[in-house]
Nanobody
Framework: QLQLVESGGGLVQPGGSLRLSCAAS????????MAWYRQAPGKQRELVASISSARNTNYADSVKGRFTISRDNAKNLSLQMNSLKPEDTAVYYC???????????WGPGTQVTVSS
């Protein structure tokens, strides 16, 4: 059974950068369109970026031009986040793009806090 574990979050000042990683165990993620989601306190989880198996990418307007999603093999997904803003503060999760099919079990997520 596929398990997803996110890492790389932390506290960063506005304008700073972070790189998030997602490691998949089990059967891996090749062939799936994968995505990064985030959930801020009191808000619904939202999809911020997705990448197909052919490496076609799609971004939410709120992160376009600042975030870059990538995948390097069957088991790893990344999100490079630049020019971070306080409104990017959230717990970030990786999973299958829900628009492409049933999602997997959620991992623990990784907290990103953007604050001076």
């Amino acid at each position: 059974q596929l398990q997803l574990v996110e890492s790389g979050g932390g506290l960063v000042q506005p304008g700073g950068s972070l790189r998030l990683s997602c490691a998949a165990s089990g059967s891996g993620i090749s062939g799936y369109t994968m995505a990064w989601y985030r959930q801020a306190p009191g808000k619904q989880r939202e999809l911020v970026a997705s990448i197909s198996s052919a490496r076609n990418t799609n971004y939410a307007d709120s992160v376009k031009g600042r975030f870059t999603i990538s995948r390097d093999n069957a088991k790893n997904l990344s999100l490079q986040m630049n020019s971070l803003k306080p409104e990017d503060t959230a717990v970030y999760y990786c999973n299958r793009d829900k628009r492409a099919g049933s999602i997997f079990a959620w991992g623990p997520g990784t907290q990103v806090t953007v604050s001076s």
